[in-house]
């Protein structure tokens, strides 16, 4: 019988060259959402330690966390330490007190229906309110992936087994040994193709971050407006 080892060699090689080949899907960001204040009871939270209120409305339900953490100063020049990664808000809309400073906020979206849709959003806390309204972006996996790792993996164990069988095994079962080694070939060419045609998907969201009028800034007089600014 022709030998295992170099047709095994061959195909892994092939999907290891195909998995290479596969991609990100960057779809458009959308359009930035339009000014929106959230519900009354959430806008009248107050401000924590003198700091700023900052009000995030979503498209869809979110949690909102803190990106990365450091040294942050208040109106009142008291400076406190964010940890990264800590909740903010279990659920928008809701309403936060922020010391003045930058920010990058990550807001995942809640339950099974909306767990792809993710962004990363950078805050600007220079005025004692902020509305930060937001349509997130998403970062999902075709359901292809995992299942051409699946039968990459059930390939590459097949034809280990058959390549770990002694030459003395291989003499008193050829026929067992090349369709269980064909069957192995089969399935890691089935594997990479399905996961090379099964793109990871990307999409930035959309950010619009405002000041109420009049809002009177900490740091001088200024005039309330409106920004729209995709991340």
């Not at 020049?77 to 903010?88: F, R, W």
């Not at 109420?212 to 005039?223: A, D, F, Y």
Request: glycine share 12%; net charge neutral; hydrophobic share 40%.
């Amino acid at each position: 019988m022709p030998s295992v080892r170099p047709l095994a060699i061959a195909l892994l090689s092939a999907a290891s060259l195909a998995g290479t080949g596969c991609g990100t899907v960057h779809l458009k960001p959308p359009p930035p959402p339009p000014q929106s204040m959230p519900a009354a009871e959430e806008a009248l939270v107050p401000p924590a330690n003198g700091g700023a209120r900052v009000l995030v409305t979503t498209d869809v339900p979110a949690r909102v966390l803190l990106a990365s953490g450091g040294e942050v100063t208040t109106a009142q020049g008291e400076t406190h330490y964010v940890e990264p990664g800590t909740v903010l808000c279990t659920s928008t809309p809701c309403s936060l007190g922020m010391p003045y400073g930058d920010y990058e906020l990550v807001l995942e979206g809640i339950g099974s229906r909306h767990q792809t849709r993710r962004s990363f959003v950078p805050v600007h806390v220079t005025h004692a309110t902020e509305v930060v309204n937001h349509t997130l972006g998403q970062q999902s996996v075709s359901i292809g992936k995992p299942l051409g790792v699946t039968f990459m993996l059930l390939g590459a164990a097949a034809l280990g087994i058959a390549l770990g069988v002694t030459e003395g095994n291989m003499r008193r079962a050829d026929t067992g040994m090349q369709t269980f080694a064909i069957a192995g070939a089969t399935s890691i060419a089935f594997g990479s193709t399905l996961y090379f045609v099964s793109p990871f998907v990307h999409q930035e969201g959309s950010t619009t971050q405002w000041t109420p009028s009049p809002t009177p800034s900490p740091r001088g007089p200024t005039v309330g407006g409106g920004l729209g600014v995709r991340f």
